[in-house]
T-cell receptor, first 115, second 113 residues
Framework: AQSVTQPDIHITVSEGASLELRCNYS??????LFWYVQSPGQGLQLLLK??????LVQGIKGFEAEFKRSQSSFNLRKPSVHWSDAAEYFC?????????????FGIGTKLQVIP | EAQVTQNPRYLITVTGKKLTVTCSQN?????MSWYRQDPGLGLRQIYY???????DKGDVPEGYKVSRKEKRNFPLILESPSPNQTSLYFC????????????FGQGTRLTVV
C-alpha cells in the first residue's frame, strides 16, 4: 500500500523568505502526486499535480514542486512567501486501485508566516 | 460555479442521536468520497462511491453509512454517533479514471458530546 510522509508538522518562515515543504512517498511504481492547501475554515484546494513528463511542475499562487524519483520525494517550493500563504499544506499520492484512483494524504504541514 | 457543498458546516450533537451530513456536487462527477480530518492523522477516507448505487468502504468506515441514489448527492449517515467521531469531515468529488484531482467541500465540523 502507498504511504505519504510529511516530516514537518509546523514550519515558520518570515514573509519574503523562501519556502520548501517536504513530502516523501512510498509506492512501487510512479504514482500521481498532488499538493493541496487548506486555508483556515476552508476545504482543500489543489495547488499542483504531477502525473508524468517534466519533473518540475508549476502551480497556482507561485508554487512549484519537483518530483525526484531517486528520493521518492515531491517537495513544494515558493521563492518568496506572502502572509496569505499561511495555511496547512497536504501532499497526496494517488494510485490505481480496483478501477478507481485511491488517494492517500500526508498528515499535513502547518505554515506560519511572520512579518 | 463548480462546487461541492456540504451541510451543515458546524454540528454539535449528543451520543446516539442519528445525524446526516449532506454533500452535493454540480460538476456531474462520477466519483465521490468522504474523509475525516484529525490532528496528526491527516485525511482518512471513510467511504467512496464510483457512481450511482455503487459504494464501498474506505480506510475508516466503522460507524458510518452512505448512500448514492443520485449522481450529485452523497450523504454521510451516522446512525449512532459517539464522541470518537468528533472530527472535521470533508466530501470530495472527481471524474473517474486516472489523473483526476479531487474537488473538496468546505468541511463539516462535528462535535459529539
Amino acid at each position: 500500500a502507498q504511504s505519504v510522509t510529511q516530516p514537518d508538522i509546523h514550519i515558520t518562515v518570515s514573509e519574503g523568505a523562501s519556502l520548501e515543504l517536504r513530502c516523501n512517498y512510498s509506492y512501487g511504481a510512479t504514482p500521481y502526486l498532488f499538493w493541496y492547501v487548506q486555508s483556515p475554515g476552508q476545504g482543500l484546494q489543489l495547488l499542483l499535480k504531477y502525473f508524468s513528463g517534466d519533473t518540475l511542475v508549476q502551480g497556482i499562487k507561485g508554487f512549484e514542486a519537483e518530483f525526484k524519483r531517486s528520493q521518492s520525494s515531491f517537495n513544494l517550493r515558493k521563492p518568496s512567501v506572502h502572509w496569505s500563504d499561511a495555511a496547512e499544506y497536504f501532499c497526496a499520492v494517488a494510485v490505481n486501485s480496483g478501477g478507481y484512483q485511491k488517494v492517500t494524504f500526508g498528515i499535513g504541514t502547518k505554515l506560519q508566516v511572520i512579518p | 460555479e463548480a462546487q461541492v457543498t456540504q451541510n451543515p458546516r458546524y454540528l454539535i450533537t449528543v451520543t446516539g442521536k442519528k445525524l446526516t451530513v449532506t454533500c452535493s456536487q454540480n460538476m456531474n462527477h462520477e466519483y465521490m468520497s468522504w474523509y475525516r480530518q484529525d490532528p496528526g492523522l491527516g485525511l482518512r477516507q471513510i467511504y467512496y462511491s464510483m457512481n450511482v448505487e455503487v459504494t464501498d468502504k474506505g480506510d475508516v468506515p466503522e460507524g458510518y453509512k452512505v448512500s448514492r441514489k443520485e449522481k450529485r448527492n452523497f450523504p454521510l449517515i451516522l446512525e449512532s454517533p459517539s464522541p470518537n467521531q468528533t472530527s472535521l469531515y470533508f466530501c470530495a468529488s472527481s471524474r473517474t479514471g486516472t489523473r483526476r484531482e479531487a474537488f473538496f467541500g468546505q468541511g463539516t465540523r462535528l462535535t459529539v458530546v
